[in-house]
């Protein structure tokens, strides 16, 4: 009976010597996940807002394309006046 209690005691001094470690690990643990947590959601913002630049980039893109078009037409025009003004001078 007496070796009984020894063992338990024994076990339950191990055992509460154990339990503060393994709290201040399981603490560390859940402040880095919090951590983590905040990273991914800065991550995840961050995301979102390249999507949104891209949109935008794709819509300068498409004026820039839209400008392109608008100066060849004009440089045509421009082109088929300098001939028949040309040809008027003739």
Known sequence: MKKTIISLLVWGTLFSGMAAPLAADEASLQEKRGQLEEKQAEITRM???NAGLKAKIKEYEDKVA?????????????????QQLAAKQQ
């Open 47 to 49: 995301q979102e807002e």
């Open 66 to 82: 839209e400008y392109e078009q608008q100066i060849k037409k004009l440089d045509e025009e421009l082109e088929n006046f300098r």
